[in-house]
């Protein structure tokens, strides 16, 4: 039997943060067999170790996960939420030593471990700064704040996905002569580190943003207008721009027009779409989902019955976007108040 060997591309991100004390951060990894091929949709076995002092230091808390990989081999864990096997997280006093991280996996699901290596923490962003810093990770090196991190052998972002400022991985799909977002945009920030004001998690509840994105006001979207090539940046990651009308009526023409695009566009199922769902076949992987809006009064509606995605072309007081529906398999292009919050969806430059 061939001999797995698990490639780990992508390391820690950190997360979910509550008032002063860290109750767990993310971890993010791809795993890949000895041919160099992602281990997908397969559930995978890991052990994880916090040990202070030093490489060879005590073990200060130690978790189990079984997670599911997804279509590209990437995984996610909440270090701190896991099946504990020792200690108490939320009492790591991250201020009071240096500590690190030990992974050891199982392709298999099981409990038959093999260590994948250990990597350096850094504590003084936990004790001191969680309330306020952002991480960025780029080209091998994790940001936090005004310290980094190099994660030896990381090599950038999987092919066929993007990052955002905030660390937020997507999928990407091409669709014609066009590269797309699989996902709708999760960034609480720009580009250059500043923060969106007006980014807003459905009903209010983070528990949405990680199935449907998050909503923003047009002027939210369009904040940081232009990039180097002279395309609307807005809200997306560095070499994506918000499409123009007229970039989404390329992709709904290339899937048929408007009678028949929104189908070709609309995951499957009722997971993230109220019955009947009409017309869904997803055949172009853009994979949308029922994201809802949110009003100028701040109320939230439409989930799972709506999905609606900004372009950055506008018309006054108003600007279009693009619509489709749980009961049509259409689409849709029309003008709306600017400071209704929809999804957003990157296309590449």
């Known amino acids: 039997m061939k001999k797995i060997n698990l490639i780990i591309l992508l390391l820690i991100i950190i997360g979910s943060v509550a008032a002063q004390t860290p109750q767990s951060f993310k971890y993010q990894a791809v795993a890949r067999n000895s041919d160099g091929e992602a281990i997908v949709n397969t559930t995978i076995g890991i052990k994880i170790f916090l040990i202070s002092d030093n490489i060879s230091g005590t073990v200060v808390y130690s978790e189990t996960f079984s997670p599911s990989s997804n279509s590209i081999g990437i995984i996610n864990v909440n270090i701190?939420?896991?099946?504990?096997?020792?200690?108490?997280?939320?009492?790591?006093?991250?201020?009071?030593?240096?500590?690190?991280?030990k992974v050891a996996m199982d392709v298999n699901g099981g409990s038959s471990y093999v260590e994948m290596g250990t990597t350096q923490l850094l504590s003084v962003p936990y004790s001191l700064y969680t309330a306020s810093i952002y991480v960025h990770y780029s080209d091998d090196t994790l940001y936090i704040g005004d310290q980094y991190v190099i994660i030896d052998g990381g090599g950038g972002p999987p092919a066929g996905t993007v990052t955002d400022y905030d660390g937020?991985?997507?999928?990407?799909?091409?669709?014609?002569?066009?590269?797309?977002?699989?996902?709708?945009?999760?960034?609480?920030?720009?580009?250059?580190?500043?923060?969106?004001?007006?980014?807003?998690?459905?009903?209010?509840?983070e528990s949405y943003v990680s199935d449907y994105g998050r909503l923003y006001t047009w002027n939210a979207v369009m904040k940081l207008s232009k990039n180097s090539?002279?395309?609307?940046?807005?809200?997306?990651?560095?070499?994506?721009?918000?499409?123009?009308?007229?970039?989404?009526?390329?992709?709904?023409?290339?899937?048929?027009?408007?009678?028949?695009?929104?189908?070709?566009?609309?995951?499957?199922?009722?997971?993230?779409?109220?019955?009947?769902?009409?017309?869904?076949?997803?055949?172009?992987?853009?994979?949308?989902?029922?994201?809802?809006q949110r009003g100028q009064t701040g109320n939230y509606t439409n989930l799972m019955r709506s999905f609606n995605i900004w372009t950055s072309t506008d018309n006054g007081d108003k600007a279009y976007h693009m619509s489709n529906l749980f009961n049509s398999d259409n689409t849709a292009f029309e003008l709306h108040m600017k400071t209704i919050g929809w999804s957003v969806r990157c296309v590449k430059d």
């Open 80 to 101: 701190g939420q896991g099946n504990v096997l020792s200690g108490n997280f939320s009492a790591i006093d991250w201020g009071a030593d240096e500590y690190f991280l």
């Open 168 to 205: 937020n991985l997507y999928e990407t799909v091409v669709i014609g002569t066009q590269t797309w977002m699989k996902q709708n945009l999760r960034s609480l920030h720009y580009t250059d580190g500043s923060t969106i004001d007006e980014a807003y998690a459905y009903e209010d509840n």
């Open 229 to 292: 090539s002279g395309r609307a940046q807005g809200v997306c990651p560095d070499g994506w721009h918000v499409p123009t009308k007229a970039e989404a009526e390329v992709l709904q023409d290339f899937l048929g027009g408007h009678m028949e695009a929104g189908g070709k566009m609309k995951e499957t199922g009722f997971t993230y779409w109220e019955n009947p769902n009409t017309g869904a076949t997803n055949e172009s992987g853009f994979s949308s989902r029922g994201s809802g």
